[in-house]
């Protein structure tokens, strides 16, 4: 069965500085990976995902995430952090070897200080 | 940009009374999803749905609840007899098609509180 940590509940980093979100997975077949970004009282939405190819891939707002088989892993990154991403992050996986389900971490809380 | 839309956003029930939640997938996506997430914290699943079946369940997904797609728009989510534990905000999501690849869009919720 698959599985997904996100081992940070909480990650602080001053505005301008890098950030990175770290999420560890677990599956059986081939995992297709998802980042989702919540706002206070909102829906999740979709940031970006790996499927496959490119272990670097890009997304919304200036996000990207780097596929790391060996160390199954999937981390969120951004070069310069800013106030308004302060929010919610959720690491998904989906496994190739079955099932529409899609797994979610528990969930970052991001914190960027002016 | 096309979107899942959910009604009501916010509902207050009493214990034991039924509740339905109503989505409206994107139009073009095939597979339909109900997640729930109780006071801001873990995203789970519940159900998936499929040429109006149930394709895949959790173990929260028990007799009490039940999902229909009543017209060619509509996708719902039936709590027989509310709970209290049942409070929580609950998401629609579709995704296109069945490749593990696809993308899931989410509703914005809707907010069940059981008193």
């Known amino acids: 069965a698959q599985s997904v940590a996100q081992p940070e509940d909480q990650v602080n980093v001053a505005e301008g500085n890098p950030l990175t979100v770290k999420c560890t997975y677990s599956?059986?077949?081939?995992?297709?990976l998802f980042w989702y970004v919540q706002y206070p009282n909102r829906g999740l939405q979709f940031l970006l995902k790996?499927?496959?190819?490119?272990?670097l891939v890009k997304g919304s707002y200036g996000f990207e995430a780097e596929f790391n088989k060996s160390q199954t892993s999937f981390h969120l990154k951004k070069p310069s952090a800013l106030v308004s991403d302060s929010a919610l992050y959720f690491c998904?996986?989906?496994?190739?070897?079955?099932?529409?389900?899609?797994?979610f971490g528990a969930g970052t809380r991001l914190f960027v200080k002016a | 940009e096309p979107e899942v839309t959910q009604t009501p956003s916010h509902q207050v029930t009493q214990m034991g009374q039924e509740v339905i939640l109503r989505c409206v997938p994107i139009?073009?996506?095939?597979?339909f999803y109900w997640y729930r997430q109780i006071l801001g914290q873990k995203v789970e699943f519940l159900v998936s749905?499929?040429?109006?079946?149930?394709?895949?369940k959790s173990e929260i997904f028990d007799d009490q609840f039940s999902v229909e797609r009543p017209d060619g728009s509509n996708f719902t989510l039936k709590i027989r007899s509310t709970k209290l534990e049942d409070s929580a905000m609950y998401f629609c999501?579709?995704?296109?098609?069945?490749?593990?690849?696809?993308?899931?869009?989410f509703g914005e919720g809707s907010w069940l509180t059981v008193v």
């Open positions: 599956v059986s077949g081939n995992p297709y």
């Open positions: 998904a996986v989906r496994d190739s070897a079955g099932g529409f389900k899609t797994i």
């Open positions: 749905f499929y040429n109006n079946e149930i394709s895949e």
């Open positions: 999501a579709s995704s296109e098609g069945q490749l593990s690849g696809n993308t899931i869009y």
């Open positions: 790996y499927i496959t190819g490119d272990n």
């Open positions: 139009s073009n996506h095939l597979y």
